[in-house]
Nanobody
Framework: QVQLVESGGGLVQPGGSLTLSCAAS????????MGWYRQAPRKERELVAT???????NYADSVKGRFTISRDNAENTVYLQMSSLKPEDTAVYYC???????????????WGQGTQVTVSS
């Protein structure tokens, strides 16, 4: 019904920058909140940042001042600009979207397949 496709992960040195993208497609009526979560090995998935339809970004304390979330509502795309990356940012990053389907006008949570971000020298 709805697909989220992430891109932009990879290997980066500490202190470096990386930008993730996530494009939603399918039977989309509207998208409420879009966000990024991450899961490091042997840890639970955690919130990184979210952004509502009208803006209002929300960040985990661990990434405040280093990461910026933004979205293009016309393209149903959310971005995560990451700078001053640290080894502890290493994780699989997942895109999430709260989507009201055009088929039944009900709201569901959708997830991307994840993209690996590795911060290492």
């Amino acid at each position: 019904q709805v697909q989220l496709v992430e891109s932009g992960g990879g290997l980066v040195q500490p202190g470096g920058s990386l930008t993730l993208s996530c494009a939603a497609s399918g039977s989309i009526g509207s998208i409420n909140v879009m966000g990024w979560y991450r899961q490091a090995p042997r840890k639970e998935r955690e919130l990184v940042a979210t952004i509502a339809n009208g803006g209002n970004p929300n960040y985990a304390d661990s990434v405040k001042g280093r990461f910026t979330i933004s979205r293009d509502n016309a393209e149903n795309t959310v971005y995560l600009q990451m700078s001053s990356l640290k080894p502890e940012d290493t994780a699989v990053y997942y895109c999430n979207a709260e989507v009201m389907l055009a088929t039944n006008w009900r709201t569901y949570d959708f997830w991307g397949q994840g993209t690996q971000v590795t911060v290492s020298s």
